[in-house]
Nanobody, 126 residues
Framework: QVQLVESGGGLVQAGGSLRLSCAVS????????MGWFRQAPGKEREFVAA????????NLADSVKGRFTISRDNAKNTVYLQMNSLKPEDTAVYYC???????????????????WGQGTQVTVSS
């Protein structure tokens, strides 16, 4: 059974940084494309970033481009989300997700992902 466990969330002031980690177990991590999504109170879950199984390509939401970076370490079965220049509007629960289909593109829709973590809270104070 594939399990995803996020960590690294917390409270940070605007302009600060956090690095989220997502450790994956129970599957062949190096075959999964990985994504990060977030859900703010009263809002729908939205795409943040994704990285292809090989790490060769990434995709970032326009709202986080230039501030967030996604990376992965296949030897550690872990994907990371480095978040810099955080804004209050980045406040949300951040979810890690795995897409088990090997393909040429990095997918950004919620329905494309097969496995999900429980989420980690990120709160950015103004």
């Amino acid at each position: 059974q594939v399990q995803l466990v996020e960590s690294g969330g917390g409270l940070v002031q605007a302009g600060g940084s956090l690095r989220l980690s997502c450790a994956v177990s129970g599957g062949t991590f190096s075959w999964f494309s990985m994504g990060w999504f977030r859900q703010a109170p009263g809002k729908e879950r939205e795409f943040v970033a994704a990285i292809r199984w090989s790490g060769a390509s990434t995709n970032l939401a326009d709202s986080v481009k230039g501030r967030f970076t996604i990376s992965r370490d296949n030897a550690k079965n872990t994907v990371y989300l480095q978040m810099n220049s955080l804004k209050p509007e980045d406040t949300a629960v951040y979810y890690c997700a795995a897409d088990r289909r090997i393909g040429p593109v990095v997918r950004t829709t919620i329905t494309a992902y097969d496995y999900w973590g429980q989420g980690t809270q990120v709160t950015v104070s103004s």
